[in-house]
T-cell receptor, first 114, second 114 residues
Framework: GAGVSQSPSNKVTEKGKDVELRCDPI?????LYWYRQSLGQGLEFLIY????????KSGLPSDRFSAERTGGSVSTLTIQRTQQEDSAVYLC????????????FGDGTRLSIL | GQQVMQIPQYQHVQEGEDFTTYCNSS?????IQWYKQRPGGHPVFLIQ?????EVKKQKRLTFQFGEAKKNSSLHITATQTTDVGTYFC??????????????FGQGTILTVHP
């Protein structure tokens, strides 16, 4: 497709379970970002991948969160031992290689922890 | 690290009134971008400002970049109900430690009463 694709669109799971969220960026976009957004709140930066550089993990809230990007394309955000405070919409965005280019967002994954 | 502050957090207006949101960066920016997020949607890129003192218009929206390239504003003239949503600014500093990374403001939630 032409846009950023995220899956699943919704995920409901029990506290303590692990979850994996997937992001398929726009083809050719080397920069990929993960954000978290709670209801009515702003965008909380989680992690940033740029080409082959080491990712900027400065926004990950705890060691239960991790992300990888395989082959410079698809990215997976993993949350281990989920907690109720992890409930939020997780947004992925991608942009072209040059710094500071506009970001294109996916529709997000709405994660609910019971 | 770089911080981008945005005010106000909320703004309620009557249809037809004007609206302004302001963005301030702790560091000089290479560019600043504005995004709009409709309720239930994802942020969508509106515009990018690059030059000191730059002013750009999109119909009823006017965007300004400060002379020092540390602040910006978005002004909407004669708001309409279709303007409802959250407006985010995002700053980019080419000299930052994480190349290409945008820093988002907290957003301004705009509601318009018909």
């Amino acid at each position: 497709g032409a846009g950023v694709s995220q899956s699943p669109s919704n995920k409901v799971t029990e506290k303590g379970k692990d979850v994996e969220l997937r992001c398929d960026p726009i083809s050719g976009h080397t920069a990929l970002y993960w954000y978290r957004q709670s209801l009515g709140q702003g965008l909380e930066f989680l992690i940033y991948f740029q080409g082959n550089s080491a990712p900027d993990k400065s926004g990950l809230p705890s060691d239960r969160f991790s992300a990888e990007r395989t082959g410079g394309s698809v990215s997976t955000l993993t949350i281990q031992r989920t907690q109720q405070e992890d409930s939020a919409v997780y947004l992925c965005a991608s942009s072209q290689v040059t710094g500071g280019q506009p970001q294109h967002f996916g529709d997000g994954t709405r994660l609910s922890i019971l | 690290g770089q911080q981008v502050m945005q005010i106000p957090q909320y703004q309620h207006v009557q249809e037809g009134e004007d609206f302004t949101t302001y963005c301030n960066s702790s560091t000089t920016l290479s560019n600043i971008q504005w995004y709009k997020q409709r309720p239930g949607g994802h942020p969508v890129f509106l515009i990018q400002l690059v030059k000191s003192g730059e002013v750009k218009k999109q119909k009823r929206l006017t965007f300004q970049f400060g002379e020092a390239k540390k602040n910006s504003s978005l002004h909407i003239t004669a708001t309409q109900t279709t303007d409802v949503g959250t407006y985010f600014c995002a700053g980019f500093n080419a000299g930052g430690t994480s190349y290409g990374k945008l820093t988002f403001g907290q957003g301004t939630i705009l509601t318009v009463h018909p």
